[in-house]
């Protein structure tokens, strides 16, 4: 696959037909001269169904989420999306059913009460997901009578569903994995501070937590405002990211605290290190603040922050933008590199996989047509000429030099060898306050707490929450219907 995705088109033909006039957002139709990338494809056996035998043609997908990937943002912006291929190619519509974030699960409820449920919401392990809870709750139906994770379409993609998996059934379609957190930084800024380059460290394996702290002690002085760590993902993306163990993870059916590994105890104490040494941002004693109300970069173009931990979308934006708060990205200034590895772990780069795709609504009443709209944007994922034009997308709209653009492979290659997910996003709320405790506690207390007080002040509880999700999961039978 790696060297399919390397494969360069030469010949592009775009064509993006937007919508013109009024408030309302009109769909996307993208549409890609594929031809060539297609034959590619196929020789490794990569190909869409057959237009007369694909069930879910001719149809409409009712998609239910707060944001809408298939309409019209930016009339300058070409959007990788299958929307084109799925309504040209399969005669198929999306009809867009709208909700809000904090309202999605009540409505989806209501909607499902009422017997008239739309077909699909997307697939996450964040705030927004609906695994486990609510597929255990009937809002939502196992996918396996569609998807066939051994197709050359999707086998690469075949661990990252496992994360959505009770047992033998599985929950999600995923079509593609993002990286939730990197470090970004100004490159002016480490050479004026006379610090190693971390994409340099990185490409020379040494790139570790002893780098990145003797920068973090040596950058930090909270008298003149300046502050190494700043953002919302400091401990998270160090703790559990960056050594690939999480706090919660699954064995089959059973989910289980991990809070007494070794490895994560490692990365606590770091943190608590951080934070005790005042490595991390804070207006006086309170350190629930971020800079300039938690814009991301803040600081770090004027050399007052040295690390702000994100993903990719928290520097690609406008170049005007991104100058303003990260640094000149025209001159070279901006760069990033993989969360730094454990100097005792196992020697490998970890970085946490995002998952996008579809999970299925129960009693959805066009299933088939989901996994085709699905096989549609994996296809377009996975097409070299889509990723070329992403990449072009990347240099000549936002001013990505070459060194952003390998990274960006690199990072992607990370996630995708070793995949690792959180899976706090939809427990109950006894297990989320149990999480939140422990992962805020050291660095929202100043070092208040140590890692051993937290963890025997939370354990019990994070334990029992956990024993009630695999006693619901034992308990588990598919109705098809709502039932909570």
């Not at 919401?121 to 396996?144: E, H, I, K, R």
């Not at 999707?154 to 998996?165: L, M, S, T």
């Amino acid at each position: 696959m790696k060297r399919i995705l390397a494969l360069v088109l030469t010949l592009l033909m775009i064509v993006a037909l937007v919508g013109c006039g009024g408030k309302k957002r009109q769909p996307i139709e993208l549409t890609l001269s594929t031809e060539d990338a297609a034959a590619i494809l196929a020789a490794a056996g990569i190909k869409l169904p057959d237009v007369t035998e694909a069930a879910g043609a001719n149809s409409i997908v009712k998609w239910f989420c707060w944001y809408d990937p298939y309409q019209n943002y930016d009339e300058d912006q070409i959007v990788n999306s299958g929307y084109w291929t799925f309504k040209t190619k399969y005669n198929s519509e999306i009809e867009y059913i709208e909700t809000t974030y904090e309202e999605h699960n009540t409505r989806l409820a209501e909607l499902l009460l009422a017997n008239d449920p739309p077909d699909c919401a997307p697939a996450g392990t964040s705030n927004t997901a609906t695994f486990p809870l609510n597929c255990l709750n009937n809002m939502y139906q196992p996918v396996d009578q569609w998807i066939d994770y051994t197709d050359p379409l999707w086998a690469d993609i075949e661990d990252a569903a496992e994360y959505f998996a009770l047992g033998d059934l599985h929950f999600a379609i995923i079509t593609d994995l993002a990286v939730k957190s990197v470090i970004p930084y100004n490159r002016r800024v480490i050479n004026e501070w006379g610090f190693d380059d971390p994409a340099e460290l990185y490409y020379n394996d040494q790139w570790t937590w002893d780098a990145y702290y003797d920068m973090c002690m040596e950058f930090n002085d909270p008298d003149s405002d300046r502050y190494a760590l700043d953002g919302w993902y400091v401990v998270n993306s160090l703790v559990e990211e960056s050594t690939g163990h999480y706090m919660v993870e699954k064995d089959g059916t059973e989910f289980y605290s991990n809070i007494y590994d070794p490895v994560i105890e490692r990365a606590e104490n770091f943190i608590y290190d951080l934070v005790r040494n005042e490595c991390t941002y804070r207006v006086g004693t309170d350190y629930w603040q971020n800079r300039n109300n938690a814009q991301y970069g803040a600081g770090v173009k004027d050399g007052l922050c040295l690390f702000w931990p994100c993903d990719d979308s928290g520097f690609t934006d406008t170049v005007e933008n991104v100058k303003a708060v990260w640094g000149d990205i025209e001159d070279g200034e901006l760069m990033f590199a993989p969360l730094p590895r454990d100097p005792d772990g196992d020697g490998i780069y970890y970085l946490n996989s995002t998952p996008t795709g579809f999970m299925i609504i129960a009693g959805a009443q066009n299933p088939a047509g989901v996994y085709l709209l699905a096989a549609c944007n994996r296809f377009k994922i996975i097409d070299p000429t889509v990723v070329n034009i992403d990449k072009k997308q990347l240099q000549e709209t936002y001013k990505w030099n070459q060194e952003m653009l390998d990274m960006w492979d690199e990072c992607r290659e990370i996630a995708a060898a070793n995949i690792r997910m959180y899976y706090t996003g939809n427990l109950p709320q006894t297990a989320q306050d149990a999480y939140n405790s422990i992962d805020w506690g050291i660095h929202r207390s100043g070092g208040a707490n140590s890692w051993a007080q937290l963890r025997e002040q939370n354990a019990d509880r994070l334990e029992f929450a956990l024993d009630d999700v695999n006693a619901q999961i034992a308990n588990y039978k598919y109705t098809g219907q709502y039932t909570g």
